[in-house]
């Protein structure tokens, strides 16, 4: 057997596109809004970006139709981590390309952002094309996290695009990579290029997002695969009367999955990163909070329960936040001295005359193994890597301490066992959802839209996402218009914003309103694996942050 | 909201019974074949089951029927760890007393066999059996681990039997809860009691079956929700071209599970503990044989794999179950000064004038962490708790410093990073396949029919599982038939002997046949999230195991 029977039957699947897409190629017209600005520091971002600053929004609708039949030669690129319906861009794109004229051809670079500086390419055929629609993974074309950021690396790009003859490279990517396809659209432009660049929006994280970008693709997919675990969990400590099960999810900084997987599976307990800074919440804090849960839930004769954790929070937690910073400089100073101490009692007696006294504190507070791995494995750049920090166990450890010294003073007689779980690479390649393939094969199709049109320095926009595809809106927004500039590892640059979830915003005040019930009560919800057949309320549904921020 | 979306889809899927348990209720015949006999110890289980050996096998057949129709009061239990599907297996059972007498009533005792003991009952309404229908968990009734073991706990048993009026117990559980269930229905028969005792074949783990009972239900669910979160991370690493997953997954002794996530995953490496047994294959080998992989695969370009690992392997491994057995005896017998002891130097000292050189040596070769596990977290009994052994990174900690080793040699020049997983609760309370969603109604209704005609001491079974529901073959094997006699925990019991991966077997000999190219290439399958709608090839498949052992 060389393929799955799902992947097989998923061939067979039709992406929707929005009805402003889906005619004849000759209906497609392209409306121009008025000129745009970016989100703050207009004028360092209008002498960074001379050519490409301050371009109109653009909007496709069903009309007469603009002439954009020509033969085209573009070149694709997969930039960074997995998302599921990442082949599906690539797919809408391909199709939207052939259609209008079946000369065209589509590259695939390979391994990423190095494939374009390296001259790294696979003509994509329809064969390629076929195998792969429906699919999750990144593997039609591989992958990478090379930035182009040296001034060789942006004239390497630029000989690729002129060998190859290119009209227009898209850049499938997360924030970082779609500022880097606005770098390079101004680049090629100023350089006398004449190839465009336009971005896509990719990243399960859910934190590409604005007011044109309702959401990133494969964020979907990524908390469906999540929840359907959560839930098989909620399911399981209601069965056996045990076990709390204390969850870490990926997403890094932001807790978008965390608070998505909430809303699909009612946990006791979902730690917020975001609210963990805004209220400046210690450690202590957050361990009341859990342990308020296990008391209260014990009294009712329930000791187990469901905490969500999202992935970056360690760093929102003020006292650790400075711990690490603190760490990673006295360590990065005497870096070699440091080296040769190799056990933790005489690592703490390293840092006790180096760190203040405040954060030597907390270290001791850390169970051990957690403490050993703020001191281990450091990054290239000599930091802390947090996403190595088992949160997840930190929080059991911690709260297992706070149990005990309650059950000496009698307020608390439970009983608390637990098993700790990361989900994160399950959920990046999972075959994308109806949702995510139709939504990537309109950002695809999009994309190639806007290069036949003689756009640059734009992502694909595919919006009104919790209507019918058919009604979607599609278009694009010039990429400078999302940008501002912010001081990242020592340099200031343009970026585009990264999302947090929005305290003010109604996906969180949704949570808060129910999240004392769910932390008392057994509310579990079991939704189960995603579904590509069967009902359309199973199967074509939007997330329900997605439906909280646009349902009126 | 208070139900997913796809929990309400599947209240209505109404479950496939085999034709000789479909039409109606007059028409169903119970054939009786010739008497039976123990798999071994005639004379022994003979003298213990001294009312219930050697009953004949039961078939139902179509045809002209016996009077099963009269008015019953039947007890359900569901017993040990969760299995997708037993809710489905009551819903047969109330079905089918319900077809046949609607003033049958159904009790369902609570929290396990204690609910029997304790008399802790409520009785099934519709109501509560629909609100369960085609669900995961064991939540309807809960579930427990408690056994039926003490001269007290039988009459007790007896005592609520009597009390409630009951025809019939039936118990679904695994190969103990099995046994128990015979040694119920023995004790009731030679007590004067009329109540019938009726097992069903549950677990996960697969570990139950023979030549009368191909499956037991929730294997078949619980494989295929591991085999799409493998098959997911096959793609994220075939996608990133980075990490070696090394990958635990719960079955206990068996490595069933294990072998069908390999048969729909097709990973580089999958670890058989009966085969490492059976060819006394020290920790050293395995290690060469993971390595053997990783070395090729990266002279290919590919650094990148996945590793498949039973739960249960450590106790396979000669030299590390020789090292578990005496580090039980020694501190065991030395419990108190072991215990004033903290730290890994110190215990290793204690042990080096306790436990053979050999053993010792096996200790220092084991990363440190790993080596801790060992010496902690004993079990109620003194024992090592083998299930809290991180065998993951155990093989991970020794195949790192062999490439570390084989690196200086010049042997080796990949890069090699990796992640580990353990797959257990994820999958225990999954929403039942079609397939167990069937198996488990028919499994119930069988139940009913053997309880209708005056059976004891049988287990419910449902065959031919590969052809379609309604060729399934449905009756009751006698469950002395499926018995011998084991030391187990220091005494000699009659159990149902748990059936481990047979190496003569057709699964085994066909994953033997694929491996090295399966080492070597990158052959993964992506099986995806389980499909309960769409085409029969992706949502009606048995597992790949099952049509290994029958097709013909």
Redesign the interface.
């Known amino acids: 057997?060389?393929?799955?029977?799902?992947?097989?039957?998923?061939y067979t699947y039709k992406p929707k596109l929005p009805d402003c897409l889906s005619g004849s190629i000759e209906d497609i017209t392209v409306e121009s809004g008025a000129p745009t600005e970016s989100i703050s520091d207009f004028e360092q971002l209008r002498s960074i970006f001379k050519t490409t600053y301050g371009k109109p929004l653009i909007t496709f609708v069903k009309g007469k139709g603009s002439n954009i039949k020509h033969e085209l030669k573009v070149g694709v690129i997969l930039s960074g981590?997995?998302a599921p319906g990442g082949h599906n861009v690539i797919a809408g794109l391909f199709d939207g390309l052939k259609k209008a004229n079946p000369n065209s051809v589509l590259y695939g670079f390979n391994?990423g952002p190095s494939g374009l500086i390296n001259n790294k390419t696979v003509i994509l055929t329809q064969e390629i094309i076929d195998e792969y629609r429906n699919?999750?993974?990144?593997?039609m074309i591989?992958?990478g996290r090379t930035k182009i950021e040296t001034a060789e690396q942006f004239a390497s790009s630029l000989q690729t695009a002129k060998k190859l003859g290119l009209n227009a490279v898209v850049i499938i990517g997360g924030d970082d990579s779609n500022t880097n396809a606005a770098l390079l659209a101004e680049y090629f432009l100023a350089n006398g290029s004449t190839t465009q660049v336009i971005g896509c929006p990719k990243t399960i994280d859910g934190d590409l997002k604005n007011d044109y970008i309702e959401t990133s693709f494969g964020f979907d997919t990524a908390c469906k695969?999540y929840s359907?675990?959560i839930?098989?969990?909620c399911?399981?400590a209601?069965?056996?009367?045990k076990?709390w099960?204390f969850i870490k999810l990926m997403g890094r900084a932001a807790s978008h999955i965390a608070l998505e997987c909430a809303f699909?599976t009612q946990p006791n307990i979902c730690l917020i990163s975001e609210e963990v800074e805004a209220k400046r919440m210690s450690l202590e804090k957050i361990v009341d909070q859990i342990c308020a849960s296990i008391v209260k839930r014990s009294e009712n004769g329930d000791d187990f329960g469901i905490v969500l954790i999202p992935e970056g929070l360690v760093e929102f937690i003020p006292e650790i936040k400075k711990l690490i910073d603190e760490l990673n400089d006295v360590i990065a100073e005497e870096e070699k001295s440091f080296a040769t101490i190799t056990n933790l009692i005489d690592q703490m007696y390293w840092l006790s005359s180096r760190i203040p006294e405040s954060s030597y504190r907390v270290m001791q507070t850390l169970p051990p193994?957690i403490a050993k791995q703020f001191l281990m494995d450091r990054d290239p750049h000599g930091n802390v890597q947090v996403s190595r920090i088992e949160t997840e166990k930190l929080l059991v450890g911690m709260v297992e301490k706070r149990l005990a010294a309650m059950k000496e003073k009698q307020l608390y007689s439970g009983k608390f066992t637990y098993?700790t779980?990361f989900f994160g690479?399950?959920?990046?390649?999972?075959?994308p959802t109806n949702f995510d393939a139709d939504y990537c094969y309109s950002l695809g199709f999009s994309a190639f839209v806007l290069i036949a049109s003689g756009l640059t320095g734009y992502i694909s926009s595919v919006r009104n996402l919790i209507a019918p595809a058919s009604e979607w809106l599609a278009g694009g927004v010039p990429l400078t218009m999302m940008m501002n500039l912010e001081h990242r590892h020592g340099s200031t640059k343009p970026v585009i914003k990264k999302a947090l979830v929005d305290l003010n915003g109604n996906p969180y005040k949704t949570f808060v309103k129910n999240r004392e019930t769910w932390a008392e009560k057994t509310?579990f919800?079991?939704?189960?694996?995603?579904?590509?057949?069967?009902?359309a309320?199973?199967?074509d549904?939007p997330t329900i942050t997605l439906k909280l921020e646009y349902e009126k």
């Open positions: 057997m060389s393929i799955s029977a799902l992947q097989n039957a998923r981590g997995q391994g699919t999750g993974g990144f593997d591989g992958s695969t359907e675990l839930g098989n969990l399911r399981d209601n069965s056996s009367k076990y099960h699909q193994d098993q779980h690479y399950e959920g990046r390649c999972a075959f509310c919800l079991f939704p189960g694996a995603i579904q590509y057949y069967g009902p309320e199973v199967c549904q």
